[in-house]
């Protein structure tokens, strides 16, 4: 595929105005509601706090919202990029590694065994769920003759998800009011989530970004061939390893967070693609800036859809993702 931006000084031009672009739309998503706000009432809410309806709500609601939206939207793109270098499936996605299904299972769990409620409790629960069932993935993928083949990751992966989707119905089935406890988190959202939950989980999303960042020229020489990579002296074993763990605080954190969130970590790495090529040294920070644009113009938009109501966040990512997946499977071109 031919990238559309192929000088550098195009693509970091580019890049400074998609980060122009997600301050605007943070800025929309922070004033734009069922109720619409101004820059005075924003400042005097951090400057003159008063107590009052109005700085609560962007102090506690509309401020926390779009910064949840942008972190969850770049971590979520850049685990996607990972796991689609890691297993050279050009679809794949947290659900494929189990991130999603694991984090499920342990919410659910925890809700109708343990008695878990508050939204702190269900994010450690969740981001513990998804890191064992991700380390799980990459045990079982790395055992067996071939070792560690983009197939046996692939295949691991779809296995574990499966295996901890299944108990999670089988528990819900059991468990009407588990249902009714954990079915906003289920739908995926970034509405009502304290600010607070976002920097639990951000001094983990910061090092697997910078794991990420760090890997680019490595991922550029393993998606030549693993043989080639060994050729050229490089450690695969320890990439992969590294790999893998950023995936799993990144797309954990995310998971925990906001539930599960569809489509992102598939979409935007392939728009990513179209935009600078595959050299993951520019792939990596546009998908992550690309990402946070495109979760928070949905949910900008999910607040629209339906109003007064709310659609949540998942659901518009949803419409967004499939017509696309749909397209690029019968199209059989993933570069």
Same mark, same amino acid.
């Given at each position: 595929?031919?990238?559309?931006?192929?000088?550098?000084?195009?693509?970091?031009?580019?890049?400074?105005?998609?980060?122009?672009?997600?301050?605007?739309?943070?800025?929309?998503?922070?004033?734009?509601?069922?109720?619409?706000?101004?820059?005075?009432?924003?400042?005097?809410?951090?400057?003159?706090?008063?107590?009052?309806?109005?700085?609560?709500?962007?102090?506690?609601?509309?401020?926390?919202?779009?910064?949840?939206?942008?972190?969850?939207?770049?971590?979520?793109?850049?685990?996607?990029?990972?796991?689609?270098?890691?297993?050279?499936?050009?679809?794949?996605?947290?659900?494929?590694?189990?991130?999603?299904?694991?984090?499920?299972?342990?919410?659910?769990?925890?809700?109708?065994?343990?008695?878990?409620?508050?939204? @702190?409790? $269900?994010?450690? %629960?969740?981001?513990?769920? =998804? +890191?064992?069932? &991700?380390? /799980?993935?990459? #045990?079982? !993928?790395?055992?067996?003759?071939?070792?560690?083949?983009?197939?046996?990751?692939?295949?691991?992966?779809?296995?574990?998800?499966?295996?901890?989707?299944?108990?999670?119905?089988?528990?819900?089935?059991?468990?009407?009011?588990?249902?009714?406890?954990?079915?906003?988190?289920?739908?995926?959202?970034?509405?009502?989530?304290?600010? @607070?939950? $976002?920097?639990? %989980?951000?001094?983990?999303? =910061? +090092?697997?970004? &910078?794991? /990420?960042?760090? #890997?680019? !020229?490595?991922?550029?020489?393993?998606?030549?061939?693993?043989?080639?990579?060994?050729?050229?002296?490089?450690?695969?074993?320890?990439?992969?390893?590294?790999?893998?763990?950023?995936?799993?605080?990144?797309?954990?954190?995310?998971?925990?967070?906001?539930?599960?969130?569809?489509?992102?970590?598939?979409?935007?790495?392939?728009?990513?693609?179209?935009?600078?090529?595959?050299?993951?040294?520019?792939?990596?920070?546009?998908? /992550?800036?690309?990402?946070?644009?495109?979760?928070?113009?949905?949910?900008?938009?999910?607040?629209?859809?339906?109003?007064?109501?709310?659609?949540?966040?998942?659901?518009?990512?949803?419409?967004?993702?499939?017509?696309?997946?749909?397209?690029?499977?019968?199209?059989?071109?993933?570069?």
């Amino acid at each position: 595929m031919i990238a559309v931006l192929e000088r550098p000084a195009s693509k970091i031009s580019c890049l400074l105005l998609g980060l122009l672009v997600l301050t605007i739309l943070m800025a929309v998503s922070i004033l734009a509601g069922a109720r619409l706000y101004n820059w005075h009432t924003l400042v005097e809410a951090y400057t003159s706090f008063d107590g009052g309806n109005e700085h609560l709500i962007l102090r506690t609601s509309r401020v926390p919202r779009a910064l949840i939206a942008a972190a969850v939207g770049a971590a979520l793109s850049v685990a996607g990029v990972l796991m689609q270098a890691l297993t050279r499936n050009p679809l794949a996605s947290p659900s494929l590694f189990g991130i999603n299904a694991g984090a499920g299972l342990a919410i659910v769990a925890a809700v109708a065994w343990l008695g878990t409620a508050t939204m @702190s409790q $269900l994010m450690w %629960v969740g981001f513990a769920g =998804a +890191a064992v069932t &991700a380390f /799980a993935v990459f #045990l079982l !993928g790395h055992s067996g003759r071939n070792g560690s083949s983009p197939v046996n990751l692939t295949l691991a992966g779809a296995a574990v998800a499966a295996f901890a989707s299944s108990l999670t119905s089988g528990i819900l089935l059991g468990n009407g009011k588990a249902f009714d406890q954990v079915l906003f988190w289920l739908v995926g959202s970034v509405a009502n989530r304290e600010l @607070s939950m $976002l920097t639990s %989980v951000l001094p983990y999303m =910061a +090092a697997g970004f &910078a794991a /990420a960042f760090a #890997l680019g !020229g490595s991922l550029n020489i393993l998606a030549m061939g693993e043989d080639i990579a060994l050729g050229l002296g490089q450690r695969t074993g320890l990439v992969k390893l590294v790999a893998a763990a950023a995936v799993v605080v990144l797309a954990g954190g995310a998971v925990s967070i906001a539930g599960p969130i569809g489509f992102i970590g598939i979409v935007i790495p392939h728009i990513g693609r179209h935009l600078v090529g595959t050299d993951h040294r520019w792939l990596l920070p546009y998908c /992550a800036l690309l990402g946070a644009m495109l979760l928070v113009a949905a949910d900008i938009g999910s607040r629209f859809v339906l109003m007064p109501s709310e659609v949540p966040v998942g659901a518009l990512t949803a419409m967004i993702g499939v017509p696309f997946f749909v397209t690029m499977a019968r199209r059989n071109r993933y570069a």
